[in-house]
T-cell receptor, first 114, second 115 residues
């Protein structure tokens, strides 16, 4: 099984619908992140959480919300999806004080809003 | 405002030759830099990193150079192999500010290595 699992892998939804993207990890990492990838813009940070009780906005949090249900689970919600939220979404984890440093990414969720 | 910039969207090189991918940053507080590699349908994976106290870090075929005065880093791949064909992301972190762990990524450069 993958260390960082994202569900669903692909999703098509209609404008105005609520949708939740889920992320779970078996790395035992305390930190989790949600990024979106758009052509020409790279990876942009939506929200991040350094522990279960810590939630922070990233560069582009408008239109999104998150929930850190447990250390291993971090969900991203689009309360009312709009077409410009069509993107590839990645969840990532890291560990505080990790010597080697670096994120572990999930395989991504491709979201299309029509 | 893009704090980490990769101005070349794509790069094509011949197998066996050197690939040089460039990255510029604007925030002088960044003190740790990383390169990630991404294949289609997969998440990015960590490739190599460098601390701002160094100007070079080497790992096999991959070397990252950091020029702090120019706020510029580059990734050299020698020799390039077809399996290196992927999207490469540059990322930066400001570990000294207490925000460590919140990486800022560039736009990515798509490398194609031709056999």
């Amino acid at each position: 099984d993958a260390d960082v699992t994202q569900t669903p892998r692909n999703r098509i939804t209609k404008t105005g619908k609520r949708i939740m993207l889920e992320c779970s990890q078996t790395k035992g990492h305390d930190r989790m992140y949600w990024y979106r990838q758009d052509p020409g813009l790279g990876l942009r940070l939506i929200y991040y959480s350094f522990d279960v009780k810590d939630i922070n906005k990233g560069e582009i949090s408008d239109g999104y919300s998150v929930s850190r249900q447990a250390q291993a689970k971090f969900s991203l919600s689009l309360e009312s999806a709009i077409p410009n939220q069509t993107a590839l979404y990645f969840c990532a984890t890291s560990a505080t004080g990790q010597g080697a440093y670096g994120y572990t990414f999930g395989s991504g969720t491709r979201l299309t809003v029509v | 405002d893009q704090q980490v910039k990769q101005n070349s969207p794509s790069l094509s090189v011949q197998e066996g030759r050197i690939s040089i991918l460039n990255c510029d940053y604007t925030n002088s507080m960044f003190d740790y830099f990383l390169w990630y590699k991404k294949y289609p349908a997969e998440g990015p994976t960590f490739l190599i990193s460098i601390s701002s106290i160094k100007d070079k870090n080497e790992d096999g075929r991959f070397t990252v150079f950091l020029n702090k005065s120019a706020k510029h880093l580059s990734l050299h791949i020698v020799p390039s192999q077809p399996g290196d064909s992927a999207v490469y992301f540059c990322a930066a972190d400001d570990r000294g500010s207490g925000n460590t762990g919140k990486l800022i990524f560039g736009q990515g450069t798509t490398l194609q290595v031709k056999p």
